[in-house]
């Protein structure tokens, strides 16, 4: 989504880390899909790569998920620890669109910027917040590029945007 639409993009994204002074650096790399699509061009950096799912519950409640890359994720467990009301299933990616100004494959942490209403739970696995890895990336709202921050950066992030993250430990 371009900015400028009511959404925070990359420009902005960057700016407001600035602004925030959270330390950040880029990888910049050829638009990826999946994770695995992804691997490759981060590996040689030491830190983590997320692994971030946009998921809704029978209710139509959002959540937005975010575990290191090789997280071993099942859905109905992921539906009880969040309390999620009838399972989780991935949302439509015009919902995504609407509440975090992302598309599919560049769904990341930094959404949650353009969640004004608070209509997304972040749901994070605890390794994301505690100082586990030296650098965690996340795409910069674009899925050409890997933005890494440190988990007090994230931490910082979140509180700055206003979210209180449900976390947990997978």
Known sequence: MAEGEGM?????LETRLREWGIEFDVAEHPEVFTV??????????????????????KKKRLYLFCAPHDADIKLNELSKLVGASGGLRFADESVLQEKLGLTQGAVTVFGIINDKNKDVQLVLDKRLC????????????????????????LNLFIQKSGHEPKIIDL
């Open 8 to 12: 925070i993009g990359r420009i902005g």
């Open 36 to 57: 695995e699509q992804a691997l490759p061009h981060i590996e040689h950096l030491n830190g983590m790569f997320a692994k971030n799912l946009f998921l809704r519950d």
């Open 130 to 153: 505690d100082g586990t890895y030296p650098k965690l990336y996340f795409h910069p709202m674009v899925n050409s590029a890997s933005t890494g921050i440190t988990s007090e950066g």
